[in-house]
């Protein structure tokens, strides 16, 4: 018997053979441990590239699953995360017998510590990445260097706020979030408001809205910009290792 993120009991009868993922930074990172065990995951879930390939069935949306197309898989547990999917449909599949796994993080040793959990909780090993990732980002939070702000969303502009992954991991590179005191984890804001909140860059990455070099850039005229990732400024998985490059 043991417990996920929040608290609930779940007992596994040996490892876990059959995974629907419902998160796509754990799919990620599901399918480089054992990769024909994920035989579900939403559409947002884009890495590893081959998942169609691979025969790994699409369950529609991370707010919207096909709970009908998640159970006819007859998985042996559904990983869910609190912030990306809603509890009605982690509650629902749990009423009709599914066994379902919820991560809850905030902080990028949170994200360590919760993979290290669920992964044992599976029987599965635990990869090289994860105690890579331990080492690179868990000690000491270094003084930054740089401040900056990070859109998620224009038509509302919303931001990066308090309490979330994203802002430890900014501040874990060495990079203060303007908005990392604000009252709400995502809060909207004011787009000039934003181009005169005082961060040294506004950094506006690929997800989860598409900020390209036409579209985002030209809408501030006092912060400069640069393009970013999403994938490594928003995932926990294999993608740690590969986020430290920012630094």
Same mark, same amino acid.
């Given at each position: 018997?043991?417990?996920?993120?929040?608290?609930?009991?779940?007992? /596994?009868?040996?490892?876990?053979? &059959?995974?629907? #993922?419902?998160?796509?930074?754990?799919?990620?990172? /599901?399918?480089?441990?054992?990769?024909?065990?994920?035989?579900?995951?939403?559409?947002?879930?884009?890495?590893?590239?081959?998942?169609?390939? $691979?025969?790994?069935?699409?369950?529609?949306?991370?707010?919207?699953?096909?709970?009908?197309?998640?159970?006819?898989?007859?998985?042996?547990?559904?990983?869910?995360?609190?912030?990306?999917? &809603?509890?009605?449909?982690? $509650?629902?599949?749990?009423? #009709?017998?599914?066994?379902?796994?919820?991560?809850?993080?905030?902080?990028? =040793?949170?994200?360590?510590?919760?993979?290290?959990?669920?992964?044992?909780?599976?029987?599965?090993?635990?990869?090289?990445?994860?105690?890579?990732?331990?080492?690179?980002?868990?000690?000491?939070?270094?003084?930054?260097?740089?401040?900056?702000?990070?859109?998620?969303?224009?038509? =509302?502009?919303?931001?990066?706020?308090?309490?979330?992954?994203?802002?430890?991991? /900014?501040?874990?590179?060495?990079?203060?979030?303007?908005?990392?005191?604000?009252?709400?984890?995502?809060?909207?804001?004011?787009?000039?408001?934003?181009?005169?909140?005082?961060?040294?860059?506004?950094?506006?990455?690929?997800?989860?809205?598409?900020?390209?070099?036409?579209?985002?850039?030209?809408?501030?005229? /006092?912060?400069?910009?640069?393009?970013? #990732?999403? &994938?490594?400024?928003?995932?926990?998985?294999?993608?740690?290792?590969?986020?430290?490059?920012?630094?």
């Amino acid at each position: 018997m043991t417990v996920d993120d929040l608290g609930v009991a779940l007992d /596994l009868a040996g490892p876990a053979r &059959r995974v629907v #993922s419902l998160v796509p930074s754990l799919t990620e990172a /599901l399918v480089s441990v054992e990769p024909g065990a994920v035989v579900g995951a939403t559409d947002w879930c884009t890495h590893p590239a081959d998942l169609d390939e $691979r025969g790994v069935t699409r369950v529609r949306g991370t707010k919207n699953p096909d709970l009908a197309a998640i159970r006819a898989l007859s998985p042996d547990l559904v990983v869910a995360n609190k912030e990306e999917n &809603r509890e009605l449909d982690v $509650r629902r599949l749990r009423e #009709s017998g599914v066994a379902v796994w919820v991560t809850d993080i905030e902080t990028v =040793p949170d994200s360590v510590a919760s993979m290290e959990r669920l992964l044992d909780a599976m029987g599965w090993s635990r990869p090289t990445w994860l105690a890579e990732a331990r080492d690179l980002w868990c000690g000491a939070v270094p003084a930054p260097t740089r401040s900056v702000a990070v859109p998620i969303w224009r038509d =509302p502009w919303m931001v990066v706020g308090a309490r979330t992954f994203t802002t430890d991991l /900014l501040h874990r590179l060495g990079w203060r979030n303007v908005y990392a005191d604000h009252a709400e984890r995502y809060p909207a804001v004011d787009l000039a408001d934003l181009d005169a909140a005082g961060a040294d860059v506004v950094l506006l990455p690929d997800e989860p809205y598409v900020f390209t070099a036409t579209d985002g850039p030209e809408a501030f005229t /006092l912060t400069p910009t640069e393009l970013v #990732s999403g &994938r490594l400024l928003t995932w926990y998985g294999p993608a740690l290792v590969e986020a430290a490059a920012l630094r």
